[in-house]
Antibody, heavy 117, light 110 residues
């Protein structure tokens, strides 16, 4: 069965760092395009980042270099390293596979990140 | 990367058809036939229901259909059912290997 399971969310103070994980099963993350998408409480979805099978990565402009997407092929896990977080980064973070061209066909259940002092 | 524009809410009665619009710009919807739609029930992860403007993934009901004209994409749901009550999000490729979403539309089945 194809599945994604996120972990690593929690309460963090402004300016802090956090690493989210997304464990994949049923397919390999290093032969897929993988994305992170977030959703603030009561708001719409917001695209965060993508990593290609080649390893190249791209980010939403608003991140200003604060987040880094990566993967561990041996563990079949996708990561999102979040640095210098702000209150506005509070959201449920979903990992998703890019299946059809530029569409996200497999989603995890999400992990909640709360940035608060 | 400005968000796409969707109505905040739409409603319809069982059996009726509704259409949700998604307006972008020449840098996203207007330039690419790479619009996707997602259904999200409260507390759940989004589910892909339309990709490449008009295509349905395997297992998605043919009651869901998509279209596009100029800078606006649309999702039509025919024969509304109670389980269709959910939030619907549009998404478009926006160039430079980025995606942009709409603000989401809450569908109420009366």
């Amino acid at each position: 069965e194809v599945e994604l399971v996120e972990s690593g969310g929690g309460l963090i103070q402004p300016g802090g760092s956090l690493r989210l994980s997304c464990a994949a099963s049923g397919f390999t993350v290093d032969t897929s395009y993988m994305s992170w998408v977030r959703q603030a409480p009561g708001r719409g979805l917001e695209w965060v980042s993508v990593i290609f099978a080649s390893g190249k990565s791209y980010y939403a402009d608003f991140l200003k270099g604060r987040f880094t997407i990566s993967r561990d092929s041996s563990k079949n896990i996708l990561y999102l390293e979040m640095n210098n977080v702000a209150v506005e980064d509070s959201a449920v973070y979903y990992c998703a596979r890019v299946g059809p061209p530029e569409a996200l066909d497999i989603w995890g259940q999400g992990t909640m990140v709360t940035v608060s002092s | 990367q400005s968000a796409l524009t969707q109505p905040a809410s739409v409603s319809g009665s069982p059996g009726q058809s509704i259409t949700i619009s998604c307006t972008g710009a020449g840098t996203d919807i207007g330039s690419y036939n790479l619009v996707s739609w997602y259904q999200q029930h409260p507390g759940k992860a989004p589910k892909l229901i339309i990709y490449e403007v008009t295509k349905r993934p395997s297992g998605v009901s043919p009651r869901f259909s998509g279209s596009k004209s100029d800078y606006t994409a649309s999702l039509t749901i025919s024969g509304l059912q109670p389980d269709d009550e959910a939030n619907y999000h549009c998404c478009s490729y926006a160039g430079r290997n980025t995606l942009v979403f709409g603000g989401g539309t809450n569908l109420t089945v009366l």
